[in-house]
């Protein structure tokens, strides 16, 4: 039974899971034990009092019974307190942020989820994270609710637009646990996945260096691209040739630039790197100058591949 | 006493007069009608259709869900069917089914009333669901709606479906509600037969009084929050959009100040039935009277302070999650003592299992499951896990179609001799409760375990993980749906044969079973007086098996 | 089958019998008494459904409290104060009348009801001059229609948004109630109401006490803002 009960449950990912396992076991069998008594019941005395050929219809007069009627009131009163408090005190538990705790941005939109380390590097589709450090997600959302569900940690919280929600883990166990959206936000409201990946501490200083381990066999076009739609590149520039808040990125490699200081400069990849890092330096002439500069939280590897990918905006 | 019994015989075989089907027979006279009888009927007919039209989406949902991707249609396709599922389910069904359909038949009579207090009120009532009803396939047709039957803000009023064309729908339907409950209580207080004082009323009285009070109290609140949310959605008052400086949760706080006591709307008069039908068929006085009359009240009070328990993810605070999750479980007191009174109820009886009966014990257990499951989801941390999965899908089914609709076929087949006046087949009745207890089943508690899994709901696409169970429930329905199509053939079929019912076919003991089947237009010739509290069964003669 | 016994009955006050009783009653009281049940239910709907605009104000209020100081500048005291003595002459003459038909005397409940109606006349009337005034300086409601170009604190719209619901809702009420009145009016005149039957009379006042009262919360909520 007890095995069944478990394969009924996610992965554990945390010592909090377990904890809400153990309560959920309990309220388990509690419930079976009230749809025992109730379910038996109702199939066994219509059995035993069934009304037999022959028999006249004469039953029991019985109209109440304090004794009982105060049985079954007070005891599921009772028990009520036992749910509620347990239920609390775990509730609490989940949501007490430890002092020490990894903050991690997290940003719903239809329909994906990115996340922002505290090192300043960012990414989407996948939220790593160091093993049996606390971790607190601060989220928000950009357009309706979702909400962010990783089940093998028990919890889930809605993100709201215009305000600022957490939740806290800490993984105990190495792997990777899916993260659902769970609160409807439309027509990919299912496709809006990502994943949970816990690794040990040495694993986490490459990533922190280096990315994703997935970069290592991805085409660097294809890093490109996820930065350009994951990091707001998009809102800017286009991939059509419309003219955004800055110069569409459709046809500029090799494109010889006149600049706002009167300079000019072709488009190569000296030029795109200082126009992430120092967008500054170099103003494109009919721009204002309002390009952040992605020093610090773009990746040489991620650099690479924007490269790679405004190479490949024919 | 033994001339009673042999009245009764007499009016089964004899002669029978004019009753209210057949005093005019004209489209007008049905149209114009302020008999609550025919009100009743012609409610009936409409919620059994919205019945079938929800019911084909589900099939539909189901269908999907066969497979993860597509299966026959597209994601956007699925939201609308699914958002109309539970819209038609719950504003169009389930909220007037068993009050304004059974219940405006039998209510006065068990009363031993002529009428309901405001006959036109009723019939108003009657039309203005018919208008609201209208409206929402007015939506449906002009694009449909595709944010879920809660509405949830800012996402409505952002997507580009017939939001506001539903919302008013809702708000109309609201007002049918209101009236009904009006005219229940009004009846209620004032035209019991004399000698009928509270604690003489047949629970079924005091488990549509309890509904009625919620109705009064809870609708308005939908009514001007679905105002609120079109105007919103048309010029933007600020209140919900975060856009513009409004709160989208304050959207939720409305709509479920409403909604949570709409679900005991919806279970209170299933409730109702299940507490008229088991004494009947067991033979044998209830068991708590009083405790079942008082705790259709408690019910109907607690239920307004719990609507936070949808909202423990929401965001609201800690404390405010603590106070509705402890008021959560206040609810399960009452209602374990109504289904231990039932179960007591039993006790010593002589059960006849006949077809209301079947469906009865079905409720007893479905209800249980669905009652105790909702435990799991009132406590804090366990919800904080299990909202917005199937196991709240699960969860809600098995009170709302394992509960309410159960009884509801309990109280259809309890009451279908006296509202027609004819004896349907009991085989293919019990035949038809089994399937519809396998198949009802096999699709929901598949999806208890989809949902402790983290299966979240409304997923139009679903992990490979996930096949298998859906494919069960997938299933199951198909049963649930061969159960119903059985059961609507024999119901038909009987309404061709010739009226045959006594009147009181089942040995009941509450007014209604004191007027021929079916009844005349007046209800009674003269006013009944009580002499014996319900469900009083030791002065019925008691004739062998 | 033997709870109950039929006895004899018919209707037993003849005597009483007004026109308007209706058959499914027992008695005349009995029907009064169930009509007022029914009115005072509605009522209680209608205050949930006000109930909800409140709710809904004092939340933007607490959310904007500047632009609520600021806004409310922009009404006019003395017309709201206006409004409020008239309604309350209305509920005065209003009692009067239910008084009138208690005491069968028609004249004095036709006078009394012509009263009631010109002051709910008079209210429409001022509440038209201030509506024009707002909507000559674009103080409109929602964000789709609020175009005021003067000085003002963010926020000021969603004043203007509960300003307009919560006194249009309740305007439509007074006309509503005007409607009922003259209909009510017209059976006067038809001499329907004695001391036997006067239900409709009892019932539109204490409708009438209502919508009095919602105007009497909204008069400090809205224009009286400290
Ligand atoms: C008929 C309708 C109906 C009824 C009767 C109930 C009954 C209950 N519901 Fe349910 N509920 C819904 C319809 C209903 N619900 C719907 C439609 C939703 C989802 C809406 C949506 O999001 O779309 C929902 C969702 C819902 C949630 C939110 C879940 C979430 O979204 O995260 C919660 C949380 O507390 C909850 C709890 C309960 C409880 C505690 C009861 C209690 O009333 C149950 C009481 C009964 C029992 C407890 C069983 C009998 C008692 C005993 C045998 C004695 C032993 C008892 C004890 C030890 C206490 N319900
Ligand atoms: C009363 C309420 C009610 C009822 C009865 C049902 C009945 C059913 N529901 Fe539904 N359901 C809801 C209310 C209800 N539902 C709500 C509120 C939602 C949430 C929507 C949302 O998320 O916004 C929901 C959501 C919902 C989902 C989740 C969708 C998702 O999250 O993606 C699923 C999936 O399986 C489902 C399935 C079913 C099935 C298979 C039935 C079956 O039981 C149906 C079987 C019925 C028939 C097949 C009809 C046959 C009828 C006749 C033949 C006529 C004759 C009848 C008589 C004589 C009586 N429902
Ligand atoms: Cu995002 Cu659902
Ligand atoms: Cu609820």
């Given at each position: 039974?007890?095995?069944w009960?478990?394969s009924?449950?996610p992965?554990?990912?945390?010592?909090?899971?377990?904890?809400?396992d153990t309560?959920?076991f309990?309220?388990f069998?509690?419930s079976?034990?009230f749809?025992?008594?109730?379910?038996?019941?109702?199939?066994?005395?219509?059995i035993k009092?069934?009304?037999?050929?022959?028999e006249?219809r004469?039953s029991?007069?019985?109209t109440d019974?304090f004794?009982?009627?105060?049985?079954?009131t007070?005891?599921?009163?009772?028990?009520c307190?036992?749910l509620f408090f347990?239920?609390?005190?775990?509730?609490?538990a989940?949501?007490t942020?430890?002092?020490?705790?990894?903050e991690i941005?997290?940003?719903g939109?239809?329909?994906?989820?990115?996340?922002?380390?505290?090192?300043g590097?960012?990414?989407?589709?996948?939220?790593?994270v160091?093993?049996?450090?606390p971790?607190?997600?601060?989220?928000?959302?950009e357009d309706v609710l979702?909400a962010?569900y990783?089940?093998?940690m028990?919890?889930k919280?809605?993100?709201?637009?215009?305000r600022y929600v957490?939740?806290t883990?800490t993984p105990?166990?190495?792997?990777?646990?899916q993260?659902f959206?769970a609160?409807?936000?439309?027509?990919?409201?299912?496709?809006?996945?990502?994943?949970?990946?816990?690794?040990?501490?040495?694993?986490?200083?490459?990533?922190?260096?280096?990315g994703p381990?997935?970069?290592?066999t991805?085409d660097?076009?294809l890093?490109?691209e996820?930065i350009?739609?994951?990091r707001g590149?998009?809102?800017c520039?286009?991939?059509?040739?419309t003219?955004?808040?800055?110069?569409s990125?459709k046809?500029?490699?090799?494109?010889t630039e006149?600049?706002?200081?009167?300079?000019?400069g072709?488009?190569?990849?000296?030029y795109?790197?200082q126009?992430?890092?120092e967008?500054?330096?170099?103003?494109?002439?009919?721009?204002?100058?309002?390009?952040?500069?992605?020093?610090?939280s773009?990746?040489?590897?991620?650099?690479n591949?924007?490269?790679?990918?405004i190479?490949?905006?024919? | 006493?033994?001339?009673?019994?042999?009245?009764?015989?007499?009016?089964a075989s004899d002669?029978r007069?004019?009753d209210y089907?057949?005093?005019?027979r004209?489209?007008?006279?049905w149209?114009?009608?302020v008999?609550?009888?025919?009100i009743?009927?012609?409610?009936?007919?409409?919620?059994i259709?919205?019945?079938?039209?929800?019911?084909m989406?589900?099939?539909a949902?189901?269908l999907?869900l066969?497979?993860?991707?597509?299966?026959?249609?597209d994601a956007?396709t699925y939201?609308?069917?699914?958002?109309?599922?539970g819209a038609?389910?719950v504003?169009l069904?389930i909220i007037?089914s068993?009050p304004?359909?059974?219940?405006?038949?039998?209510?006065?009579?068990?009363?031993g009333?002529k009428?309901v207090?405001?006959?036109?009120?009723?019939?108003?009532?009657f039309?203005i669901?018919c208008?609201g009803?209208?409206m929402?396939i007015?939506?449906?047709i002009s694009?449909?709606?595709d944010?879920g039957?809660t509405?949830?803000?800012?996402?409505s009023t952002?997507?580009?479906?017939?939001?506001?064309?539903?919302?008013?729908?809702v708000f109309?339907l609201?007002?049918s509600?209101?009236f009904?409950?009006?005219n229940?209580?009004?009846?209620?207080h004032k035209?019991?037969?004399?000698?009928?004082g509270?604690?003489?009323?047949?629970?079924f009285?005091?488990?549509?009084?309890?509904t009625?009070?919620i109705?009064?109290?809870?609708?308005?609140v939908?009514g001007i929050?679905?105002?609120?949310?079109?105007?919103?959605?048309?010029?933007g008052i600020?209140?919900?959009?975060p856009r513009?400086g409004?709160?989208p949760v304050l959207?939720?706080?409305?709509?479920?100040?409403?909604?949570?006591p709409a679900?005991?709307?919806?279970?209170?008069?299933?409730?109702?039935?299940?507490?008229?039908?088991?004494p009947t068929f067991s033979?044998r006085?209830?068991f708590?009277?009083r405790?079942?009359?008082?705790?259709?009240?408690?019910i109907?009070?607690v239920?307004?302070?719990?609507?936070g328990?949808?909202m423990f993810?929401?965001g609201?605070?800690?404390?405010?999650?603590?106070?509705?999750s402890?008021?959560?479980?206040?609810v399960?007191?009452?209602s374990?003592?109504k289904?231990?009174?039932?179960?007591?109820?039993?006790?010593?009886?002589r059960?006849?299992l006949?077809?209301?009966?079947?469906?009865?014990?079905?409720?007893l257990?479905?209800f249980?499951?669905g009652?105790l499951t909702?435990?799991?989801?009132?406590?804090?941390?366990?919800?904080i896990?299990?909202h917005?999965?199937?196991f709240?899908?699960?969860?809600f089914?098995?009170?709302?179609?394992?509960?309410?609709?159960?009884a509801?076929?309990a109280?259809?087949?309890?009451w279908w001799?006296?509202?027609f006046?004819?004896?349907y087949?009991e085989r293919l009745a019990?035949?038809?409760?089994?399937?519809?207890?396998?198949?009802?089943?096999?699709?929901?508690l598949t999806q208890?375990?989809?949902g402790?899994?983290?299966m979240?709901?409304r997923?139009?696409n679903y992990?490979d993980q996930f096949?298998q169970?859906?494919m069960?429930s997938?299933f199951?329905?198909?049963?649930l749906?061969?159960?119903?199509?059985?059961?609507a053939?024999y119901?038909?079929?009987?309404?061709?044969g010739?009226k045959?019912?006594?009147?009181?076919p089942w040995g009941?003991?509450?007014?209604?079973?004191?007027?021929?089947?079916p009844p005349i237009?007046?209800n009674?010739?003269?006013v009944p007086v009580?002499?014996?509290?319900?469900?009083?069964?030791?002065?019925?003669?008691?004739?062998e098996? | 089958?033997s709870?109950?016994?039929?006895?004899?009955?018919?209707?037993?006050?003849a005597?009483e019998l007004?026109p308007?009783?209706?058959?499914?009653?027992?008695t005349a009281?009995?029907q009064?008494?169930?009509?007022?049940?029914?009115?005072w239910l509605?009522?209680v709907?209608?205050?949930?459904?006000f109930?909800?605009?409140?709710?809904g104000?004092?939340?933007?209020?607490?959310k904007f409290p500047?632009?609520?100081?600021s806004?409310?500048h922009?009404?006019?005291?003395?017309?709201?104060?206006?409004?409020?003595?008239?309604l309350l002459v209305?509920s005065?003459?209003?009692?009067?009348?239910v008084?009138?038909?208690k005491?069968?005397?028609?004249?004095q409940?036709?006078?009394?009801l012509?009263?009631t109606?010109?002051?709910a006349?008079?209210?429409?009337?001022v509440?038209y001059f201030?509506?024009s005034h707002?909507?000559?300086e674009?103080l409109?409601?929602?964000?789709a229609?609020?175009s005021y170009?003067?000085?003002q604190?963010?926020?000021e719209?969603?004043?203007?948004?509960?300003?307009f619901?919560?006194?249009?809702?309740?305007g439509?009420?007074i006309l509503?109630?005007i409607a009922?009145?003259?209909?009510?009016?017209?059976?006067?005149?038809?001499g329907?109401?004695t001391?036997a039957?006067y239900?409709p009379?009892?019932?539109?006042g204490?409708?009438?006490?209502?919508v009095?009262l919602?105007?009497i919360?909204?008069?400090p909520?809205l224009?009286l803002?400290?």
């Open positions: 039974m007890n095995e009960l478990r009924t449950l992965i554990v990912g945390s010592e909090h899971a377990r904890d809400i309560f959920y309990f309220v069998y509690l079976l034990f749809f025992i008594i109730v379910g038996g019941l109702a199939v066994y005395f219509p009092y069934r009304l037999k050929p022959g006249t004469r029991a007069h019985i019974n004794f009982l009627e105060m049985l079954w007070v005891v599921p009163s009772l028990l307190f036992v347990w239920g609390f005190n775990t509730y609490l989940a949501f942020v430890p002092n020490d705790a990894m941005y997290v940003r939109r239809k329909w994906n989820w990115t996340f922002e380390y505290p090192d590097m960012a990414g989407g589709g996948t939220l790593y160091p093993l049996n450090r971790i607190k997600l601060i989220m928000d959302s979702h962010f990783i089940p093998a028990r919890i919280q809605d993100v709201i637009p215009g957490y939740m883990f105990t166990v190495k792997g990777e646990f993260i959206c609160e409807y936000c439309g027509k990919d409201h299912s496709g809006m996945l990502a994943m949970l990946k816990v690794m040990d501490d040495a694993e986490y200083e490459v990533f922190k260096r280096e381990p997935e970069y290592k991805m660097p076009k890093i490109g996820t350009y739609k994951t590149c998009q809102s520039h286009s991939l059509d040739g003219k955004g808040d800055g110069p990125f046809g500029i490699w090799g494109k006149q600049f706002a200081d009167g300079t000019s072709v488009v190569d990849e000296n795109i790197r126009s992430v890092l967008p500054q330096a170099k103003v494109v002439k009919g721009f204002e100058p309002v390009m952040p500069t992605f020093q610090g773009l990746r040489p590897v991620e650099i591949g924007i490269i790679a990918f190479k490949g905006q024919k | 006493m033994a001339d009673v019994l042999h009245h009764q015989i007499h009016a002669h007069e004019v089907l057949s005093d005019g004209g489209i007008r006279d149209l114009y009608t008999d609550h009888k025919r009743g009927v012609m409610y009936l007919f409409f919620i259709l919205s019945f079938f039209v929800g019911g989406l589900a099939l949902i189901r999907e066969l497979y993860p991707g597509r299966t026959i249609m956007e939201n609308r069917v699914f958002t109309l599922h038609v389910m504003f069904f007037p068993i304004a359909a059974l219940g405006n038949f039998v209510l006065p009579l068990m009363l009333a009428d207090a405001f006959p036109k009120l009723n019939l108003a009532s039309y669901y208008l009803a209208t929402m007015g939506a449906i694009g449909g709606v944010t039957w509405f949830y803000t800012p996402y952002s997507t580009n479906g017939a939001v506001t064309l539903t919302a008013m729908g109309t609201g007002f509600s209101i009904t409950g009006i229940f209580i009004a009846t209620i035209l019991r037969a004399p000698g009928m509270w604690f003489e009323m047949p629970l009285v005091w488990g549509i009084y309890s009625s009070v109705q009064v109290l809870a609708t308005p939908i929050t679905m105002v609120l949310l079109g105007l919103e959605r048309a010029f600020g209140i919900f959009d513009i409004g709160d959207f939720q706080h409305f709509f479920w100040f409403y909604s949570h679900v005991y709307i919806m279970i209170l008069p299933g409730m109702a039935i299940i507490s008229e039908v088991i033979h006085t209830i708590g009277y405790g079942i009359a008082f705790s259709s009240v408690a109907a009070l239920s307004f302070i719990v609507w328990h949808h993810t929401s609201q605070s800690q404390l405010i999650n603590a106070v509705f402890f008021l959560t479980f206040l399960g007191i009452p374990g003592i289904v231990f009174n039932w179960v007591a109820t039993m006790y010593k009886g059960i006849t006949k077809a209301p009966m079947l469906f009865a014990i079905s409720f257990l479905l249980t499951i009652g909702g435990l799991f989801l009132g406590s804090l941390s366990i919800d896990h299990l917005d999965t199937y709240v899908v699960a969860h089914h098995y009170v709302m179609m394992g509960g309410t609709v159960i509801f076929l109280g259809l087949h309890y001799p006296k509202m006046g004819r004896m087949n019990a035949i038809s409760c089994a399937l519809i207890f396998v198949g009802f089943n096999t699709t929901f208890f375990v989809l402790s899994r983290g979240p709901r997923y139009y992990l096949q169970l859906h069960y997938t199951g329905s198909w049963i749906g061969a159960g119903f199509f059985l059961m053939g119901l038909l079929a009987s309404l061709r010739p045959n019912a006594p009147m009181d009941g003991t509450t007014l209604e079973w004191q007027t021929q089947s237009t007046h009674f010739h003269d009580l002499k014996h509290a319900p469900y009083d069964y030791r002065n019925i003669p008691q004739g098996a | 089958m709870v109950a016994e039929n006895i004899e009955h018919g209707h037993g006050h005597a007004s308007f009783q209706q058959h499914h009653f027992a009281q009995q009064n008494e169930a009509s007022k049940i029914g009115m509605f009522l709907t209608e205050v949930l459904l109930g909800g605009l409140f709710v104000y004092g939340l933007s209020h607490a500047e632009a609520w100081k806004a409310h922009h009404l006019q005291r003395e017309l709201g104060a206006l409004n409020t003595v008239v209305s005065f003459t209003m009692v009067m009348a008084q009138a038909a005491l069968n005397r028609r004249k409940l036709i006078g009394n012509w009263v109606i010109i002051c006349c008079i209210f429409l009337v509440k201030e509506y707002k909507y000559h674009g409109l409601p929602f964000k229609f609020y170009q003067g000085p604190v963010p926020g719209f969603h004043f203007f948004s509960f300003y619901m919560m006194t249009g809702l309740h439509f009420h509503g109630g009922v009145l003259l209909w009510v009016l017209k059976r006067s005149y038809a329907d109401f001391s039957y239900t009379v009892d019932l539109i204490l409708y009438w006490h209502l009095d919602i105007w919360y909204l008069f909520l224009y803002i400290s």
